[in-house]
Structure formats: structure tokens, C-alpha cells
């Protein structure tokens, strides 16, 4: 497998922790999203990826883009360790918990959309995490083991660290969001995490590295 990745995308960091947990090596093509006016847009990843985003995953003769799509399909493809809980109700909760970040939060305060925000950007980015992490909070209340849902990880929480990663570098207040705080916390002392942390691959700039 052969992943394309931006070391800071929040997209991508959920596809490696995926292939990390799995147990899957693949080459890593960092594609950089701000050099050479983002080289996401070059003709050559854009016939790789028509939407011009990371991460992109080519495995098993196909090319694969969207990161719930590359991990249903390592899902899928490599069952154990499962991301996905064989009861419905727990699954259904991993599902919304998941779509929640991937369609409510993320793609708000995603590298395309604060470009365009220009002085306010981080007021912006700010407000769209704020007003996603009050309900996500009172969500896994309800949900909540361990991990986002029960004391298995699941897909759930391969969304959740890289969006607190992102309010972090957003200095949002994270005091009133204990459960995710606690919930974070735990995932980042699992090696999955700590292997697939953009602070740890081989594009992260001298200065950002652990």
C-alpha cells in the first residue's frame, strides 16, 4: 500500500492510526499542502485524487480517498483488530460519534475553509470546535468507557484524537470538556497513537518533532 499524507492533516492521521492498529506497512508519499501553493493541487495528484485532499490510499489495485471509506475498507479487508463493535447499538454510536467530528467539526476548520476566513480565522476555527465539542461531550457522557464508546477502540476514536489535536493548535479551552480530555489522554499512551502522531512522521518539519 502506498498512503499519501500530510503530517498535520487530520484526515490522514486517522488512516495511519487505522493502518498502525491493523498492522499494515505501506510506503508514505507525503503530498504538502501548503508548499508550492499546495502540491495537492499539482495535475499529477489530481488525477490520483479528483478532490485534491489527503489522505489517498492506492491498496490492493485501487485508489482510495475520503478516510471513513479507506478505514471501512481495512476494516473490511483486515477484520482484527475490529474498529467497529459487533453490536448494532454500540455501532451505530461509533458511526455517529465518527460522522459528528468527519461532517460536523473537521471539514469547518479544514486548511481550505480558513483560507478563505483571512484575520478571523481563528475565531472561526475556534467557534466550530467549541460548538461541536458541547454536544460531542454530552454524547460520550452516555457512550463512554475507556475509549468513546465502551473500552474498545473503535473508529470513534480514531476521529476524536486528531480533532483535539486541532483545538489544541487552535487553543481552544479544553476545561470544559473532561470525558474528551480523559478519553484523549488514554489513546495517546496506545502506540498506534503515539507511531501515527504528526509530531512522528518522516514530512513533520525539525522544529514540530517529538
Not at 66 to 75: K, R, T, V
Not at 180 to 206: G, M, V, Y
Request: charged share 20%; glycine share 4%; net charge positive.
Amino acid at each position: 500500500p502506498i498512503l499519501y499524507s500530510y503530517f498535520r492533516s487530520s484526515c490522514s492521521w486517522r488512516v495511519r492510526i487505522a493502518l498502525a492498529l491493523k498492522g499494515i506497512s505501506y510506503d508514505l508519499v507525503p503530498v504538502n499542502l501548503i508548499k508550492d501553493g499546495g502540491q495537492q493541487f499539482s495535475a499529477e495528484f489530481k488525477a490520483l485524487n479528483p478532490m485534491q485532499q489527503v489522505p489517498a490510499l492506492k491498496i490492493d489495485g485501487i485508489t482510495l480517498s475520503q478516510s471513513l471509506a479507506i478505514i471501512n475498507y481495512l476494516e473490511e479487508t483486515h477484520p482484527n483488530p475490529r474498529l467497529l463493535p459487533q453490536d448494532p447499538k454500540k455501532r451505530a454510536q461509533v458511526r455517529m460519534i465518527a460522522d459528528h467530528i468527519v461532517s460536523g467539526i473537521q471539514p469547518l476548520q479544514n486548511l481550505s475553509v480558513l483560507k478563505q476566513m483571512g484575520e478571523k480565522k481563528m475565531e472561526w476555527a475556534q467557534n466550530c470546535i467549541t460548538s461541536g465539542f458541547q454536544a460531542l461531550e454530552q454524547i460520550l457522557q452516555h457512550t463512554a468507557g475507556r475509549y468513546c464508546v465502551g473500552d474498545e477502540v473503535s473508529v470513534a476514536d480514531l476521529c476524536l484524537v486528531p480533532q483535539v489535536a486541532n483545538a489544541e493548535r487552535f487553543k481552544v479551552d479544553m476545561g470544559p470538556y473532561p470525558t474528551i480530555t480523559r478519553i484523549n489522554k488514554a489513546l495517546l499512551e496506545l502506540e498506534a497513537f503515539k507511531i501515527s502522531h504528526p509530531s512522528r512522521q518522516p514530512d513533520t518539519p525539525a522544529e514540530l518533532r517529538a
